[in-house]
Structures are given as structure tokens and as C-alpha cells.
């Protein structure tokens, strides 16, 4: 049975041809996955391939809009009317909740010795669609409908309604990849709620499951802790919640404890995720991490020098009441002076 | 080689690559067979020099383009699979389907293990034991999709 379209040559010449073909391609392809790992400017190209891929993913997506399309037309009143009920509840209780959380933030901005409670880190919302595409299966990965026209930049935070979803990856004109927090390549640093711990939470590739692997096995850490974004890493700002936590191993044979945190948003069933731009003057935005200066947070917090090591200003006041001499009454004039100027919230405070 | 076998071949890739890409419930998408990549080894076994391992790079920088973590990822394994059919295409054509099920189980177990390393290699790994399992459905489904393929073109001769 010879192969068809055989033009010439022995199978053994042709076998020795593929060999070649095939180590050139393999070539090709290492080059490829080399620039695309160590420079940026393949990302132009992936910009491209976006801009190639879209339309062809919005029309294997269309059966699924189409179907959530004729679920709204075809909606019967009373499921809508149930739907309206159920949404004026929310809207009041969440409306009953914000009103607090202005109390608190007003609160809260007093005690920090502010004037006025500060603008909320949230500056601008978008909502995006999610497009129903295979994009890796065992990967946890997203395509939203917007991209670069909507000004989507990339390592923009992405939330739903219920909590932190994801950050964007790769941004094509239209279109942008959402890696989820549950995604292997996902590390996102957040904070124990009840006790301010700070961690790294990594996606495990279960959609249900988020995982904190560098806790001690000692650490302080319940089942039922709530876990908020702890603003480091420059990506999400600071208190957004993450998930709770499901599963506690201390295990004191091991160096670190097993921790399991299922996220709050609702990863799986949203259609719909809001794309984040927030304010870089809140003290609530992400820190860029660079050495040795502050880009962003509240602007009034700024290092101290460092405090001077005299005996009256290492001493509480009450000591330097305490001793009588002239002289001294004036370094203790002094002392509370310096140590009035110095409480600033995260100022170097010495015991 | 003829104007029909390079139709037949687009044709039946664009189709494996829808089946590829719709989105289906997540269980159902664990167990997806490589559609795409077992359409370019058939191809590479039934007309290896009219596809070939340029049409295997090809189709592989697609998935690249949809899936792939790192880009040339999957066209390095999809061009190693098409080498493999093209180079071994008389053994394996030759055999029952059962058994040209069990050489197609290995090609794509290297597949994998491919993607496997370049993902360990890029800083994406991804160690579940679950990406293995589109070898073994791909391997149980390659008879049926040998008979559908083989439907799409048969070579005059």
C-alpha cells in the first residue's frame, strides 16, 4: 500500500527528510517559547493573536449567549417578579450595610488622627461578560468581552460580587484572559482578618479550593477565619475578601501547617466579573514594592528619622518628672514634645 | 496529493479544533480527548506528505494561541506527534485499529509528557494527575474517529 501523494524518493529518504522538518520546527518552537519566557515583546504578538482568536471565540460562544438570551426573553413574569423581590432585598440590605461601613470608615479615620474619612480605593467599575471558551482545561483561566478599547491594562484586579476573582493576563483589543485566584500560576497575598497574619494564597487548579502553604505549623489560624487581599504585590488594594477557611492540618512532625481556604466568588457560575481601577492615593491601594520609597498609600505617612538616643527621650515622662533639678526640666519639656510629634501610625516605635 | 486531501484535512481540523475549544461542564472537560491533536496524527499516518509536520507546527501554535501558557508549547508536542506518525505511517496504518489504539495511546502520552516538561521548564506546572487522562479517552475513541476520518477522504489508489 504506498502512501499517496509519494512524489519521489524512497520512504527510507523521506523518513530522513521528516527528521529534518522535524528538528527545524522543534527549533522554531524552543525559540519561540524562549522570547515568549524571557522579553516582553512577544506580548505585542499576543496581542495579535487575541485580536486573531476573539471572533472565533465569541461564535463558539454564541450557542451559550444565545441560550442566555432566550432565558431572559422568555423569563415568565412571575420569575421576574421573584427575581425584583429578591433583588430589592439585596439592594437594602446591602444599602443597610453600607451605611455602617461609612460609619466605620468615618470611625476609623478619626481614630488615625485624619481630618476626614478618605476617598474609597474603588475609582471606576466596569462590568465584563464572561465568554464561555476552553482556555487549558485543568488551567483556571477566564475570557472576559473587554480589552484594551475598554482600556483594560494588564494586572488589573477582577472581582464579582462576592469577592476577589482573578487578575487580568493577557489583554487583546477586545478581550483579556483572567488568570483566577485558583489558577497553579496564582499567588495572591492576603491577610488573616481576625488576627491580621499575613500569607500567600496559591491556586491549587480546584475551582472550590485556594491553598496557603507557608503557615507554620504553630500559626495562629482557624477554620472559619475569613481571609481579606492584603494590599502587597501591587495588584489587588488592600481588605477586598478572598474566601474563608475550610481546613486546618497542624500537623508538629511537619515545618508547615495545611491550610485550605474555599474562595468566596462565585468562580464557577458568574457570567458577568467587574474589572477594577482603583485610586492610587488611598491608603487602601496596593503597595508597588520598590526599595526604600513609598509610590503610593497615604501620602502624610512618610519615614521617621530615627529617634535620638538620649536618655530623657528613652524615658517615660513620668521618670523625668520625677527628678527635680533645673536643668533636667528642660530635656523632660522636651521629651513629650518629641514623643508627641513621633506617633505617627507607621512610625519605627521602640517599646 | 491532491486539492481534495489538503480540503479534507482543513476541513476535519477545523472541526477538531471547535471540538477542542466549546466549552463544556468541567468533568466532561478533564476526560476531552485531543481532538486536534488526533486528527494531525491521523492525517500524519494516512497522507504524511500532504499535511505533514509544518501542518502539525501550524495547528499546534493555534492551540498555542487559545490555550497554551507559554506560546510554541503545544506546536513543539503537536510537531513531535506529527513527526511520529509520518515517520512510522507504514507500521502503524498496517495494524488493526485495537492495536493502532495502543501506539497511539504512547505518541500521546509523549504529547503530554512534552507539555508537562515545557510547563515545569516556564514556571507553569501543573502536577495533578488529571492531565493524563486526555491520553488514555484520546486512545479509546481512536477507532471511532479512525472510521469518521477515514469517511472525510479515501485516497484513490
Same mark, same amino acid.
Given at each position: 500500500? *504506498? ?11 523521506r523518513? /530522513? ?7 527545524l ?13 524571557r ?7 499576543r496581542? *495579535? ?8 471565540e ?15 426573553e ?29 460609619? %466605620? ?91 491580621? @497574619? ?9 475551582? =472550590? ?19 481579606? =487581599? ?64 513609598? =509610590? ?50 507607621? /512610625?519605627?516605635?521602640k517599646? | ?22 466549552? %463544556?461542564p ?34 499546534? %501554535? ?5 490555550? /497554551? ?5 503545544? *506546536?513543539?508536542?503537536?510537531? @513531535? ?28 502520552v ?15 506546572? %501543573? ?17 471511532a ?13
Amino acid at each position: 500500500m *504506498a502512501a499517496f501523494g509519494t512524489r519521489s524518493g524512497s520512504p527510507r529518504n523521506r523518513g /530522513g527528510a521528516a527528521g529534518f522538518r522535524f528538528a527545524l520546527y522543534a527549533l522554531l518552537s524552543v525559540l519561540i517559547m524562549v522570547l515568549d519566557q524571557r522579553l516582553d515583546w512577544l506580548e505585542r504578538v499576543r496581542f *495579535a493573536l487575541q485580536a486573531v482568536t476573539y471572533p472565533i471565540e465569541v461564535v463558539l460562544n454564541s450557542p451559550v449567549t444565545g441560550w442566555h438570551w432566550l432565558e431572559r426573553e422568555f423569563a415568565s413574569r412571575h420569575a421576574l417578579e421573584a427575581e425584583n423581590q429578591r433583588l430589592r432585598e439585596r439592594l437594602h440590605e446591602l444599602e443597610m450595610r453600607t451605611l455602617r461601613v461609612d460609619a %466605620l470608615a468615618a470611625q476609623n479615620a478619626a481614630l488615625i488622627g485624619l481630618k476626614n474619612a478618605l476617598p474609597p480605593v474603588a475609582e471606576r467599575w466596569l462590568p465584563a461578560q464572561i465568554v464561555n471558551i476552553e482556555l487549558g482545561g485543568l488551567r483556571q483561566r477566564v475570557l472576559v468581552d473587554r480589552g484594551e478599547r475598554n482600556g483594560v491594562f494588564r494586572n488589573q484586579a477582577v472581582l464579582d460580587d462576592y469577592g476577589v476573582v482573578g487578575q487580568t493576563m493577557h489583554v487583546g483589543p477586545w478581550s483579556a484572559q483572567v488568570l483566577l485566584i485558583t489558577d497553579p500560576d496564582q499567588d495572591l497575598p492576603v491577610q488573616v482578618e481576625r488576627t491580621g @497574619l499575613r500569607t500567600i494564597a496559591v491556586g491549587t487548579g480546584d475551582p =472550590t479550593a485556594l491553598a496557603l502553604p507557608y503557615l507554620p505549623a504553630n500559626a495562629n489560624i482557624r477554620v472559619g477565619d475569613v481571609l481579606v =487581599t492584603s494590599g502587597l504585590g501591587g495588584v489587588f488594594p488592600s481588605g477586598y475578601p478572598v474566601g474563608r477557611v475550610t481546613d486546618v492540618h497542624p500537623d508538629a512532625a511537619q515545618p508547615l501547617a495545611r491550610v485550605v481556604a474555599a474562595p468566596f466568588a462565585h468562580l464557577q457560575t458568574d457570567r458577568e466579573v467587574m474589572l477594577l481601577w482603583f485610586r492610587h492615593s488611598s491608603p487602601a491601594a496596593p503597595l508597588k514594592e520598590r526599595a526604600g520609597e513609598l =509610590t503610593s498609600g497615604n501620602p502624610s505617612i512618610q519615614p521617621l528619622p530615627a529617634p535620638k538616643r538620649s536618655r530623657a527621650a528613652a524615658r517615660p515622662p513620668s521618670r523625668a518628672r520625677a527628678a527635680p533639678p533645673q536643668p533636667s526640666r528642660k530635656s523632660s519639656a522636651r521629651a513629650p514634645a518629641k514623643a508627641r510629634s513621633a506617633p505617627a501610625p507607621s /512610625g519605627p516605635r521602640k517599646p | 496529493m491532491s486539492a481534495s486531501a489538503r480540503g479534507a484535512i482543513f476541513k476535519t481540523a477545523l472541526i477538531a479544533l471547535v471540538l477542542t475549544l466549546v466549552p %463544556l461542564p468541567t468533568w466532561l472537560a478533564i476526560i476531552r480527548p485531543e481532538f486536534l491533536v488526533l486528527t494531525v496524527l491521523y492525517w500524519s499516518i494516512q497522507a504524511p506528505f500532504a499535511g505533514g509536520i509544518g501542518f502539525g507546527w501550524f495547528a499546534g %501554535l493555534l492551540l498555542d494561541a487559545f490555550q /497554551g501558557p507559554v506560546l510554541g508549547e503545544h *506546536a513543539l508536542a503537536v510537531a @513531535l506527534v506529527a513527526y511520529l506518525g509520518v515517520h512510522e505511517h507504514q507500521r502503524i496504518r498496517t495494524k488493526p485499529l485495537l492495536q493502532q489504539s495502543l501506539v497511539v495511546f504512547v505518541i500521546l502520552v509523549l504529547y503530554e509528557f512534552v507539555l508537562f516538561a515545557v510547563d515545569g521548564w516556564s514556571g507553569h506546572p %501543573l502536577v495533578t494527575p488529571l492531565r493524563w487522562v486526555p491520553a488514555a479517552t484520546g486512545a479509546m475513541i481512536w477507532p471511532a474517529l479512525a472510521g469518521v476520518l477515514s469517511r472525510s477522504y479515501r485516497p484513490r489508489t
